[in-house]
């Protein structure tokens, strides 16, 4: 059974277990460093938990901007991947955030890309580096909300 939980920063237990699933997956697994995994718009952000039968096993956040909503940190640990784990939290962070009526953005790394375009998403503009990593800039379009 999958379960997506939000919860605020400041809901520590919460919090420190989605930052170790992102300790695993992006510090450990794929290299980002510390000070670019961990940083100043925690806080702001909504945050997500994804359990498969009560495990923590993917975590995601979004947060406002000038630009719309930003869809973040999508991290499923590697043994849980294509377990449906990453598509219900997506689902549930739109679920969440398409009644604001702004623009849904995110930057997908390259080896994301399918997944995010499955479930509705487009690129846009040239493949950029963020964190040593490849990556396309992709938005919602406005009639798959």
Do not use: C
Not at 73 to 102: C, H, I, Q, Y
């Amino acid at each position: 059974m999958i379960t997506v939980i939000s919860f605020p920063f400041s809901d520590a237990l919460h919090t420190a277990i989605a930052f170790e699933i992102r300790r695993k997956v992006f510090v450990e697994e794929q290299h980002v460093s510390r000070e670019e995994e961990y940083d100043s718009h925690e806080e702001e952000s909504v945050h997500y938990l994804v359990y498969v039968d009560s495990i923590p096993v993917g975590t995601a956040r979004w947060r406002k901007t000038e630009n719309g909503i930003k869809l973040e940190r999508f991290a499923v640990l590697k043994e849980s991947r294509n377990t449906g784990a990453g598509s219900a939290v997506l689902k549930k962070v739109l679920e969440d955030v398409v009644p604001l009526k702004r623009e849904i953005y995110l930057n997908a790394q390259i080896t994301a890309i399918n997944f995010y375009l499955k479930e509705g998403f487009v690129t846009e503009g040239d493949e950029f580096i963020e964190a040593n990593i490849r990556h396309y800039k992709m938005k919602l379009p406005s009639g798959k909300k």
